[in-house]
């Protein structure tokens, strides 16, 4: 499917972010359907999460269709559109195999809904002009006059409407056959075949057109329709309060629908004018972020659990205020020296970071890499497990002196038990226990 354009217009007030072209190409698959139940189908597209949950709902009870089905979700925290449509099966079978579809359709209808229904007519007057939609035992096609008003000229529109009222049949159907040849060859319409598990017995009018399946036993769950004349959708009142006990509207005959945002569970929506119309100020590319775990709660909190981390380990020169200073880079890894120095007489050298002492180079104590001592200026001796590797003068030194002193307690030994045998014990394998450097 393809996205919507990079170059986006703005005429009569609303922000074009799809074509005429990639609209035909996506209303394609359900332009065809009956009017009530293809404006269930935009309404819900508006909120691509209760689809996708609804649908998981509708794979889980294969069987439930129809009102019975609309009653058993009424519970649910979804928009009575998108319940309604678990009466049609097949129609969420198609919807959750085509999630992008959704959110594409929804963005459009919800910021060029003028264009969505010119599309719908736009590809009806296709398929009657290729011969393959006509009224039929499923359904009534109607072409009448449509105005908008006094003053303004009233146009062809093509009305889709069951043959009985109380039985609807969802077509399907090849776009690349039923609107003839395509206008567009950029812009390829989607072919959606029949769902796997929903038979449709008339399958040879595929080939030549529509195929109608099962007809569903309906009374009150389509309750959607469309004002052609205003490219309005509206919502029959009775039909729609019958079957949404929980969630009855005010009025009589047909009112106008209005997209709930409460509904849309996080979705951004695509266009500014929506999201300032819908989100409140929420959405876009501040939404996307906290989508991805950059909120600014979060942060927070972890910038406070580095600064208390810098401030134990640091002794108050913390990273973040060393990044503020502007350190960076392998600068900010080393220590710094104000915390580590020791000064001359401590034996803390000139700075940690530098363990020699000495001017690095690359090396890690000073002049030679095997000198780790450096130039330590009133340190001492440092009697540790690297003096031996530091000088061997003094590891042979301090083996004589060990030597010495093996062999006095020996003669102690001897003198002061008068019984006994002298111990004999191995010379130490490494110098002044460090390491032995070749």
Not at 228 to 239: F, K, L, M, S
Request: net charge positive; aromatic share 8%.
């Amino acid at each position: 499917m393809v996205g919507p354009t990079l170059a986006q217009s703005q005429q009569g007030g609303t922000q074009k972010i799809y074509s005429n072209q990639q609209l035909d190409q996506m209303l394609a698959p359900v332009a065809l359907y009956p009017d009530a139940l293809l404006s269930q189908v935009l309404m819900a597209c508006t909120y691509p999460s209760n689809v996708a949950d609804a649908a998981a709902w509708s794979a889980s009870h294969p069987k439930t269709q129809g009102d019975d089905a609309v009653k058993q979700v009424s519970s649910q925290p979804w928009d009575p559109s998108v319940q309604s449509l678990v009466a049609f099966p097949q129609v969420l079978a198609q919807m959750k195999q085509h999630p992008d579809w959704v959110q594409n359709i929804g963005d459009a209808f919800l910021a060029q809904s003028d264009d969505v229904m010119a599309s719908v007519q736009r590809l009806r007057q296709q398929a009657q002009k290729a011969g393959n939609l006509k009224s039929t035992d499923q359904q009534k096609v109607v072409v009448q006059q449509a105005s908008a008003g006094s003053s303004a000229p009233s146009t062809t529109v093509i009305q889709i409407e069951p043959a009985n009222p109380q039985v609807v049949y969802v077509p399907a159907y090849n776009p690349t056959v039923v609107y003839g040849t395509w206008a567009y060859p950029s812009y390829p319409p989607t072919y959606w075949p029949p769902p796997p598990g929903y038979a449709y017995p008339v399958a040879t009018g595929l080939a030549a057109g529509l195929a109608f399946g099962t007809g569903i036993a309906i009374a009150n769950s389509l309750w959607g329709g469309f004002d052609w004349g205003h490219n309005d959708v509206n919502i029959n009142v009775n039909r729609y309060n019958n079957i949404n006990v929980n969630n009855r509207i005010s009025g009589n005959g047909n009112v106008g629908w209005n997209h709930n945002p409460d509904y849309r569970r996080g979705t951004p929506y695509h266009d500014q004018a929506s999201r300032e119309r819908y989100g409140q100020g929420v959405g876009g590319a501040n939404q996307r972020q906290a989508f991805r775990g950059n909120d600014s709660a979060a942060n927070a909190s972890r910038e406070h659990a580095l600064q208390s981390f810098d401030r134990s380990t640091n002794n108050g020169s913390s990273t973040a205020a060393r990044r503020s200073a502007g350190e960076s880079g392998g600068a900010l890894n080393r220590p710094a020296s104000g915390n580590r120095a020791g000064g001359q007489g401590t034996g803390g050298g000139a700075e940690r970071g530098n363990i020699g002492g000495q001017t690095r180079n690359g090396n890690l104590g000073g002049e030679t890499r095997g000198n780790f001592s450096g130039d330590r200026s009133g340190a001492g001796p440092r009697n540790n497990a690297f003096s031996g590797g530091q000088s061997p003068g003094s590891a042979r030194t301090q083996f004589d002196r060990g030597q010495a002193s093996q062999h006095s307690m020996s003669n102690s030994r001897g003198a002061g038990a008068g019984a006994g045998r002298q111990v004999s014990r191995p010379a130490p394998s490494r110098a002044g226990g460090g390491f032995h450097r070749r």
